[in-house]
């Protein structure tokens, strides 16, 4: 099994590290020893122009930025490309006798409190993370999705949690944030990871009515929650990676066919795209343009089977005459599915829409 993984915003990314001084070109040196891939450049490489331009870049590309220089430098420099929170990269700024690490910009989503911390650690400087979560030693929501490879529906709702968390850990105020997983398995690990700070209640349902100043978040796969109108705008869902959609295809599918295939079986089944973990098929299928395509527009990583890998697996909705006589195995989406998702029930039997055939699984939850 291969698999093709699509550009995606992760930790992972390459550092871009930028010391605008001959004397900060040594701490850039040490920190790019703790970075795998790390870029370096020289101060010569960034006069007359040349910073602007390759920060542009480094922002284009999503990589993280590490600036060795004052802060106000990287300010007036990364301000122009700024966008949002959710999609800015980290950005951290380390002064050049290595004194400081200071976390400026993407803190919690992208990561720069976790990165200041670790160029940190490399050069012996002292890491100055300001969130307000942090500087009280509370968790924030974006750690709990991070911890759990959950990602934030509206993003919007992030302030507001956050802000209910402030509030509980003020003076031990107890809870205030209920956190509903239908997952037995996840919501104990949940619990586990975050429970100690008393700000979270932990239930498999959603409440009726919440406390004043209580906010809800919910951790789940579904587009059709049973939230209390009066409850929505104080939800914030985090969506789970647990569903692997298998994929059989004709030749020479476009990408909108996929895109309307795709979209249709989310949609009935109330899923949300967000929770989609990755897609499978038969290897045979690497050199579809237009399969290549899809995957890279809904920025999700596809899975290659052998026929081989494939044959093993019975279909659960019985043999393909057509998958047969072409590959000669029994099926492809629902086969393929199960092997990705490492599960042996389907979740979803596979779905005919048009010249596309669709099956999902789900991944079960684990630590």
């Known amino acids: 099994m291969t698999r093709e993984q699509s550009m995606t915003k992760k930790r992972s990314m390459t550092v871009h590290i930028f010391p605008v001084t001959d004397r900060g070109f040594s701490f850039a040196r040490k920190i790019e020893k703790g970075f795998k891939g790390a ?39 990364v301000a122009p490309y700024l966008k949002d929170k959710t999609k800015d990269p980290p950005v951290v700024s380390v002064d050049e006798l290595g004194r400081f690490s200071i976390s400026l910009v993407s803190g919690h989503l992208g990561g720069a409190n976790e990165l200041a911390r670790e160029v940190a650690g490399l050069v012996g400087a002292t890491p100055v993370v300001t969130t307000g979560t942090d500087i009280r030693g509370l968790p924030c929501v974006e750690e709990i999705a991070k911890r759990f490879s959950l990602e934030i529906e509206n993003v919007k709702g992030i302030k507001p949690v956050n802000s209910a968390i402030l509030r509980g850990g003020r003076g031990g105020r107890g809870a205030s944030v209920v956190v509903v997983d239908g997952d037995p398995a996840r919501l104990r690990a949940v619990k586990g990871a975050f429970g100690h700070t008393g700000v979270f209640k932990f239930q498999k349902t959603v409440p009726k009515r919440l406390a004043r100043g209580r906010r809800l978040v919910v951790i789940s796969a579904r587009l059709d929650e049973n939230i209390p109108l009066t409850l929505s705008r104080a939800t914030l869902f985090l969506r789970p990676k647990e569903f692997v959609v298998g994929l059989g295809c004709k030749r020479g599918v476009t990408v909108k066919e996929f895109e309307r295939a795709y979209g249709r079986v989310l949609s009935e089944r109330k899923l949300s795209p967000r929770s989609v973990k990755n897609l499978a098929t038969i290897e045979i299928k690497r050199t579809e343009r237009g399969l290549k395509g899809f995957a890279k527009r809904v920025a999700v990583p596809v899975d290659f089977f052998s026929t081989k890998e494939l044959s093993a697996i019975k279909p659960p909705s019985g043999p393909s005459r057509v998958v047969r006589e072409k590959f000669g195995i029994d099926g492809v989406a629902e086969p393929a599915a199960l092997a990705s998702a490492g599960v042996r029930k389907i979740w979803l039997k596979k779905q005919k829409k048009d010249n596309i055939t669709i099956a999902v699984a789900k991944v079960p939850f684990k630590l």
Do not use: I, Q
């Not at 122009?49 to 600036?67: I, P, Q, Y």
């Open 39 to 77: 870029v370096v450049y020289r101060p010569s490489e960034l006069k007359g122009g040349g910073l602007k331009k390759r920060v542009k870049e480094a922002f284009k590309n999503s990589s993280a930025l590490v600036f060795v220089s004052a802060a106000a430098v990287v300010v007036r420099t």
